[in-house]
């Protein structure tokens, strides 16, 4: 005979919403906020062998770049606590970028923040969305997290703090804003 899943009193379907609403009230209760800033080192010149972020695809017959609708980049960003690229490690900033406005003004981003230091070594953040990439300031949301950032939600913002033209070198500040548990 099939067990009786369907409770049959009143009080029993009272019971189970005021259950329901206790743990959701708890796990509100518990949510964290954490504000991070922290600095990307960013080469981008082609061909050079020290470059972090590198177009892999593109329109045939089109230039591979960032201005170039269809152009696909792979990045690998050291970061680090403070703009100077020998200041304490962070982690690294790994994904894709693609230059997906046909003027070639916004890119989509596709990265996760793959934390190696003490406070959260093992852990990552993971950044989804379009970047405005000229301007001043780009904002683009945290969609989730893993390890200390599991359930994260929130934003990031990128603005690039000093860029040297002939080596394409930049240092971009990344401020994130996160609610997690
Ligand atoms: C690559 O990095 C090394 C070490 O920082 C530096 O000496 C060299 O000049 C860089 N090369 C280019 C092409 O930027
Ligand atoms: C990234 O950081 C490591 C040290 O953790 C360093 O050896 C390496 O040269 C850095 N890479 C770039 C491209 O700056
Ligand atoms: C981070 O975790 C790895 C793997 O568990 C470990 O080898 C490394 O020493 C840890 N780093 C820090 C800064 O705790
Ligand atoms: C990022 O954080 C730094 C340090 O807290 C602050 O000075 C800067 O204005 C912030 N940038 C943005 C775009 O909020």
Redesign the pocket.
């Known amino acids: 005979m099939a067990p009786k899943l369907v409770p049959k009193r009143l009080t029993d379907i009272v019971l189970v919403l005021v259950l329901a609403t206790t743990v959701y009230l708890a796990e509100a209760g518990g949510l964290k906020k954490t504000k991070l800033s922290f600095y990307l080192q960013d ?1 981008s ?1 082609f061909g ?3 470059a972090t972020v590198i177009p892999v695809a593109g329109i045939a017959g089109k230039a591979w770049t960032f201005t170039q609708f269809g152009t696909l980049y792979v990045t690998d960003d050291n970061i680090t606590e403070k703009p100077d690229p020998s200041s304490p490690k962070v982690g690294h900033l790994q994904g894709m970028y693609i230059t997906a406005g046909l003027d070639g003004l916004n890119t989509h981003v596709m990265v996760s923040v793959v934390f190696t230091n003490q406070a959260y070594n093992g852990s990552t953040l993971q950044i989804l969305g379009i970047s405005k990439q000229f301007d001043p300031v780009r904002e683009v949301s945290v969609v989730s997290g893993t390890g200390k950032f599991r359930f994260a939600r929130g934003y990031v913002t990128f603005e690039t703090y000093s860029v040297d033209v002939p ?1 394409q070198y930049a240092i971009i500040r990344c401020n994130v804003t996160v609610q997690h548990y």
Request: charged share 0%; hydrophobic share 35%.
């Open positions: 080469f010149a050079s062998p020290n080596t």
